[in-house]
């Protein structure tokens, strides 16, 4: 089956304005932490069985693949193994798997460890060839059996030795990439212990430029498909989309948060450029990751807005009997440091997707209510007013998930 980031892909490079979105469910964690990495049980009681079993995490992996919103499934190498390889999960599935190729020291999050505060030290667990085929050694006819797209991240700490380290271990894998037609895409991480203060202002400055000079000296088939990086706000964001198109940006989730804190992370780093999301906690800490996932590709469609998302999604949950982990006013707060500067003063104008300027949401002038079905059948959301749109949802996501 034809893979949706292939066609979304293309199809952002043929026109970087058009209105594609890409979103990943970043499912990898066990690279990272110990036994915490599946997140919590929702049947936890006090410190026992606190934490999903892998095998449950992974069901959850299967769940997110058939429900097909995601375009691309992120894994460990182990992962990736048994589901793509030995259980071919991904046959007759649009969803892209993918493996995560590196293991940095600062994401060695590990209980009573103190590796993230250390400055990060580039080093690889998996190999491409475990990840292509499961084993030290593929056949040429081998490798398309595992994934062929990979994450390789890299952190910047204004550090010129260690810094050169981490770019000669990316060099040294891309070239190994490249000989095997092995894809990736690069996650570039803030910095976690930099040898030199940088003002927090700045800091989107910074990771712009080092991104930018790493990948001047690589061509094509060696660059990146895309990035993941943290979201620093809409003047650095544009300003990487305006230096070069062909660069598609993707921004990374970060910390669980509130729900309106991925949901408004997602609309706006939308409207300032970004192409490609993914969401790891806010995914997979989410009480029905089926229905959050949901939202999030009716935010990037176009069809509802974050705030409306966010009570679109305690209705569901309501409907399913799942108590949520927040009331929906304690949820509809801002707690994402990332998005603290967002407000609608400060935001009176928003990029459109055809890369002009376009009057904020709240000042667009909608068409009369009278027509709400499109000629082909579906709803006509651009004519449904906001409690028309919100009940919309209620009513189709609580029959799908119910």
């Known amino acids: 089956m034809e893979k949706s980031l292939d066609v979304k892909l293309a199809k952002i490079k043929a026109d970087p ?18 036994v915490a990495a599946p997140g919590r049980s929702p049947e936890h009681y006090a410190q026992e069985g606190a934490f999903r079993s892998l095998e449950e995490f992974r069901q959850c992996i299967r769940d997110v693949v058939k429900q097909g919103l995601v375009d691309i499934m992120l894994m460990s190498a182990h992962t990736n193994a048994v589901l793509t390889i030995q259980e071919r999960l991904f046959d007759g599935s649009h969803v892209t798997p993918a493996a995560r190729c590196n293991d940095t020291t600062d ?51 204004n550090d010129a ?3 050169r380290q981490t770019l000669a271990a990316y060099r040294d894998f891309r070239v190994e990439a490249e000989r095997r037609v092995f894809r990736h895409f690069l996650e ?15 800091l989107g400055a910074f990771v712009n430029d080092n991104i930018v000079r790493a990948l001047a000296g690589v061509p094509d088939t060696g660059r990146p498909i895309f990035l993941k990086m943290v979201y620093h706000g809409p003047k650095f964001t544009e300003e990487l989309v305006h230096y070069d198109p062909t660069l598609v940006v993707g921004i990374l989730g970060g910390a669980s948060g509130t729900t309106y804190d991925a949901f408004k992370l997602l609309a706006e780093a939308q409207a300032y450029g970004a ?10 800490n989410a009480e029905n990751q089926l229905a959050f996932v949901q939202m999030l590709r009716r935010i990037v469609d176009g069809q509802i807005g974050p705030e409306e998302a966010v009570a679109a999604y305690h209705a569901v949950l309501q409907g399913l009997g799942i108590q949520p982990y927040r009331s929906l006013r304690d949820d509809m707060q ?10 609608p003063a400060s935001m009176p ?10 009057p904020a949401e709240s000042t667009i002038a909608r068409p009369s209510t009278a027509t709400r079905v499109l000629t082909n059948g579906g709803p006509d959301f651009a004519s449904m007013t906001k409690e028309e749109r919100l009940a919309y949802h209620r009513k189709r996501l609580a029959g799908t998930l119910g």
């Open 275 to 284: 192409r490609v999301a993914l969401f790891g906690r806010k995914i997979n």
């Open 17 to 34: 304005s058009c209105r594609e979105f890409i979103i990943a469910d970043a499912k990898d964690p066990d690279m990272a932490y110990g």
């Open 349 to 358: 104008t928003r990029v459109s997707m055809a890369g002009g300027r376009r």
């Open 107 to 157: 994401i060695h999050f590990v209980r009573n460890g103190a590796y993230g505060t250390q400055p990060s030290l580039p080093f690889r667990t998996a190999t491409l060839d475990h990840i292509q085929c499961g084993k030290i050694d593929c056949d040429p006819s081998e490798r398309n059996l595992g994934a062929d797209l990979g994450l390789y991240s890299i952190t910047f700490n």
């Open 188 to 202: 570039v991480f803030d910095p976690n212990s930099p040898a030199n203060p940088i003002d927090p202002d700045t």
């Open 161 to 163: 030795e260690l810094d």
């Open 334 to 343: 801002l707690t994402n440091p990332v998005m603290s500067y967002v407000s």
